[in-house]
């Protein structure tokens, strides 16, 4: 039987900590725990500012709901802190939906967060002044 889904912090045995909303699942002796939106929390940590950086936990998958069993979870709790409930129900309504791998056409979209780091053109000036900077002082 499934119980009503709620807003919960899970540790899992992995380590990672996730925030989700999750719902328990009994059937016969198996014990599961449905997550819907599973995101992972980091804490971010600057000169002056400490704050909260949320991803998604399973950052290639079309899926948005996983299921996994319990005696991969340490801990489980409700969300009880409001500014946590607004920052997951702010990302959600950003990211969640989305799809991070593709764009509307269905064509990969290759971002800073998926490795780019730039194009094909101004690479190929970087590497050209790289080269003749390494030629000039060779010759020398």
């Known amino acids: 039987m499934q119980k009503e889904e709620f807003l919960a912090l899970i540790k899992l045995v992995s380590g990672e ?14 014990k599961l725990l449905i997550l819907n939106h599973p995101l992972t929390i980091n804490e971010i940590k600057t000169n002056r500012r400490q704050g909260l950086k949320f991803n998604h936990w399973m950052k290639f998958s079309d899926d948005y709901l ?7 979870v340490i801990t489980l709790s409700r969300v009880r802190n409001n500014e946590i409930r607004i920052l997951y129900n702010r990302f959600i309504s950003k990211y969640g939906q989305s799809n991070i791998l593709h764009n509307n056409n269905n064509r990969l979209t290759l971002t800073e967060e998926l490795g780019l780091i ?5 690479t190929r000036e970087k590497l050209e002044k790289l080269f003749k900077s390494k030629s000039i002082s060779s010759e020398t």
Do not use: T
């Open 17 to 30: 900590e996730i925030v989700s909303m999750a719902s328990e699942l009994e059937e016969d002796d198996i």
């Open 66 to 72: 996983h299921i996994i069993n319990f005696d991969k």
């Open 118 to 122: 730039g194009n094909v053109d101004e």
